[in-house]
């Protein structure tokens, strides 16, 4: 056969299956003009000897899968994209979380509509994809974020720590679960909001008719209560560390209940609710408890512990892939606007790391 009857035909025929394939999809050039302007073009001698090479068959026939892989590929994404599958595991986990959160399966009518829900569900989903919605959201940045941190820690939580491992994680913390100095004792009180200026005088002298008299603690109670104001909380209280009292009564009356000598009265003292008259009644030293009075609170530590360093090391393998650029000056430009933050408050966590 001729080569320029072979070319002839090669061309019809990729023209063809173009046409086949794109039909009744309009396009800016018609095939058939395109097949009368090639045609006469692959006469040229010029070109009569590249078509006699092998090569130039394979080259052609190439393109032509290409142009079909693409045009039906485009085809499947498009198809698979409105396709929504609702498998058997979406139904059972649909049925599932009914039943825990109903303490019931649902019955026909509620999975038809758990169906439907999901189907609508699913369908904004993508729709909002596709608008998207997504992006430069922060909620949906943050909760991202979590559940590539719980991804990041999925291995490290399976297992439970040895007795080996906790024992271990304690002796190298130890002064973390040091117990404080603590202090039970017995107070009356004079209102401030009562007695104005006179409660500081009137708990003096309720404290000298106290030593006078040696009245018995239990006898002082009864007397405290008659001369003293009632208390909204408690008049005894057992042994409490330093925080403990400092959240019912103010630092200044903790700081000077945990210095006081037990089995005195003494005062007056100052609260956030006026004055005080004081009996420390027991004094606890500081101690370090044995592992055995604290396992569960160890196990939880050694827990936390171990899913941050997953964490941590996760993050450092994914870090080593970017590189990240700042623009220093608007960063220099930033911090000095900034207000500075009180002490109290937690510093911010370094983010100039620059590669």
Known sequence: MPLSTQTEIEVETVATSLSIVDEGEPRECHLTSWRRAAIPWLK????????????????LAGALLLILSSL???????????????????????????TRQWGRPPDAKQMDNLIADYV???????????????????????????????????IASTNDPSEAD??????????KYSLPAEAGFTHIYFSSSRRGAAAFQDARDVLARLESSQISRADAAILGARLGDNFMLRSEYP?????????????????????????????PVRSTYGWHLVCVLEHVAPRLPAL??????????YKNQR????????????????????????????????????????????AADVD
């Not at 430069?136 to 999925?154: A, G, P, Y």
């Not at 403990?244 to 005195?264: H, M, R, T």
Request: no cysteine; glycine share 6%.
């Open 72 to 98: 039906f590929g485009r085809s499947a994404a498009g198809n698979n994209r409105s396709r929504i599958q609702v498998s058997a595991p979406e139904i059972q986990r649909l049925r599932e979380i009914w």
């Open 239 to 267: 042994p409490q560390t330093r925080d403990q009292i400092k959240n019912l009564f103010g630092d200044e009356f903790a700081v000077k209940v945990l210095e006081l000598e037990s089995g005195k009265w003494a005062g």
């Open 307 to 350: 899913l941050q360093a997953a964490s941590d090391g996760y993050y450092d393998r994914l870090r080593k892939r970017y590189q990240v650029e700042i623009d220093q000056g608007a960063l220099a430009a930033a911090k000095s606007q900034a207000v500075p933050a009180p002490s109290a408050a937690p510093t911010a966590g370094s």
């Open 166 to 175: 906790l024992q271990q994680f304690f002796e190298s913390n130890r002064q």
């Open 44 to 59: 040229t001698p010029s070109l009569r000897s590249v078509m006699r090479e092998p090569l130039a068959h394979f080259l």
């Open 120 to 154: 609508r569900e699913e369908i904004y989903y993508r729709e909002a994809l596709d608008s998207g919605l997504d992006k430069d959201d922060t909620i949906i940045r943050r909760r991202l974020v979590e559940k590539m941190e719980f991804l990041s820690q999925e």
């Open 292 to 301: 055995s009075e604290i396992r569960s609170q160890v196990a939880i530590d």
